[in-house]
């Protein structure tokens, strides 16, 4: 008895253990795991985008998520009307915030891979709020305090006392165990942003709704007209003023207005220079699909169009005779604009067409003054120019 009332007092008097020391920030933002939560995209294509560029974590989907893993890191990926929304909540509870240009799962993931890696470099603030991740709420109630009351219950039982009556030896109370300190309660107030609102256990997330409003939006666009066929040359240049109507998915309708001239000079009866103008209006209806690849945007579509044209001379419209027929072209073209978005309601691009039309009769216009021809217009022409576009409707969803 007395070798074992000294072997407890050495037990008592050794040092406690030194307490495990908190991960640095660097360290918590390179969790072996990322739980992702996608809205507005893909969550497949995101999972799988991401997975290569994760450093070697792994990529769960919130919504498959069954058991909670302390060690991980949460990312939400929302697409909004403009743009990318990325919140990540590492596991000390600190949050990030990121945004991007609009994009697909591929433009998602590279945001992601970016944004973390600027958090392990240190190179990112967080919000001076704090927030628990929401795959906390799949972790199994009970658990742990059942584990934790078992292994309890075994360190404070007391020893059989023993049956051989001997002189008691001095009572030494035994130490109990220090009980665990809890998670400091965290007293901030929560973030104003909806990425970090979890619904109650056991219900789905709900996700946020893309904003699928069809856009309207108004165009400015001119440059030079060639020809090709027949008479390959400059036949002047104009300007143009579009509505384009561009649907939530790839379709896209259009109509617009053109107008372009052309000057010549040619010599009258008297050996004297004559100025002569053309003037083409052009009205067109089309449709198409479209194409955009974060900031850059790319439109295609097909036209049918009416075109009437008069003659000046002098300033005064010219009369035609019988070698000239007067009707309107009839036709169509294909226009090509890729666009750059300056800001959410501007673009600045280019555009690049080709048109074919003719008279009813099936043939071009040869505009002669005398023997010498001074114009041509019809056949097989080519514009090209810049284009500024400006989106009229709806007004941009602002950002939370």
Known sequence: MTQAALLLAALLAAPAPP?????????????????????????????????PRSGGAAV????????????????DVELQAGELAVTVILRDGRVFVRRGPRGGPRDAARLCASMLAAIADDALAPLPERAASPALA???????????SQKTSEAIAEPPA?????????????PVPPS??????????????????????????????????????????????????????????????????????????????RAAGHTAVGMGPANREERFGLARLRVSLGA??????????LRATANLSVEPWFVTRAGRRVEFGESTDPAPLLGGHIRIAPTYAVTRRLDLGAFAEVAASATPTGNAVRVRFGEPRIFTLGGVEVSLGVELRVRAWPKPTKQR
Do not use: Y
Request: no cysteine.
């Open 180 to 257: 665990p300190e809890p998670a400091p309660k965290d007293m901030s107030s929560p973030p104003a942003t909806d990425d970090l609102v979890e619904p109650p256990p056991g219900a789905p997330p709900s996700p946020v709704p893309e904003d699928r409003r069809p856009i309207l939006g108004l165009a400015l666009a001119g440059g030079p007209l060639f020809g090709l066929q027949p008479d390959p040359g400059v036949r002047g240049g104009g300007g143009e003023v579009r509505v384009d109507l561009r649907g939530s998915r790839v379709w896209l309708v259009t109509a617009g207005v």
């Open 138 to 148: 799949a972790a199994p109630s009970g658990q742990v305090s059942a584990d934790m």
């Open 60 to 75: 769960v989907l919130l919504r498959n998520v069954a058991s909670v893993d302390p060690d991980h890191t949460f990312v």
């Open 19 to 51: 307490a495990a020391a908190s991960a640095p920030p660097v360290a918590a933002a390179r969790a072996p795991t990322l739980v992702v939560r996608a809205r507005g995209l893909d969550e497949r294509a995101l999972a799988d985008a991401l997975r």
């Open 162 to 174: 023993d049956p051989i009556a001997e002189p008691p030896a001095p009572v030494v109370p035994r």
């Open 288 to 297: 198409g699909a479209w194409l955009t690849r974060g900031r850059f945007e």
